[in-house]
């Protein structure tokens, strides 16, 4: 167990639907980050929260939120969902200086 | 031109091989990570570098901040070694497209 909890494992959906993704980082770890790994595109960095707050924000679609909570746990909202979609979506957490400890991912089929 | 460049992208070897994997950069960064994935999908933190070389059992990883390159190599490298191998720059990992380790006994 790395300590960043991710929930749930695996999430099946058909197209034009809604999910909602949950990252727990690891206890004192302030910035969770989420990525989403596909077949053809490999590991891109998707957006960062630190604290609450919106840190950076890398290739991610419109159709797709995020936020971090007060207990700073994260969500990933993903909406309108597409067959391309489908991925395996991490979360990451970090402590500045300090390197990242991965959760397990979601992996998210869209049928 | 991908920011972060690896190769090899695919590897093989015998058991108890040194193995060598390159990772090449074109962005300033802050510090170099060295990603291990596992057949299972799992993501594991080996390094995390910002200048010289570090060690972790049989596992070394350098890094050459003038030339933008880093290496990862592993000595007397054994089956369970089999994996992906990622290096990734700057705060917001920035990923190299991995490099597919398979060690045979």
């Known amino acids: 167990d790395s300590g960043v909890t991710q929930t749930p494992k695996h999430l099946i959906t058909a197209t034009g639907q809604r999910v909602t993704l949950r990252c727990s980082p690891r206890?004192?770890?302030?910035?969770v980050y989420w990525y989403q790994q596909s077949l053809d595109q490999g590991l891109q960095f998707l957006i960062q929260?630190?604290?609450?707050?919106?840190?950076a924000k890398g290739n991610i679609l419109e159709r797709f939120s995020a936020q971090q909570f007060p207990d700073l746990h994260s969500e990933l909202n993903l909406s309108s969902l597409e067959l391309g979609d489908s991925a395996l979506y991490f979360c990451?957490?970090?402590?500045?200086?300090?390197?990242?400890?991965f959760g397990s991912g979601t992996r998210l089929t869209v049928v | 031109k991908n920011e972060v460049e690896q190769s090899p992208q695919n590897l093989t070897a015998q058991e108890g091989e040194f193995i060598t994997i390159n990772c090449s950069y074109s962005?300033?960064?802050?510090?170099l990570h060295w990603l291990q994935q596992h057949p299972g999908g799992g993501i594991v933190s080996l390094f995390m570098?910002?200048?010289g070389k570090k060690k972790h059992g049989r596992l070394i990883a350098t890094i050459n901040i003038q030339e933008k390159h880093s290496s990862l190599h592993i000595t007397a490298s054994h089956p369970r070694d089999s994996a992906v191998y990622i290096c990734?720059?700057?705060?917001?990992?920035?990923f190299g497209t991995g490099t597919r380790l398979q060690v045979f006994p």
């Open positions: 206890s004192g770890d302030l910035s």
């Open positions: 570098l910002s200048s």
């Open positions: 962005v300033g960064i802050s510090a």
């Open positions: 929260y630190y604290n609450g707050e919106e840190r």
């Open positions: 990451a957490s970090s402590v500045p200086g300090y390197g990242y400890t």
């Open positions: 990734a720059v700057t705060d917001k990992l920035i």
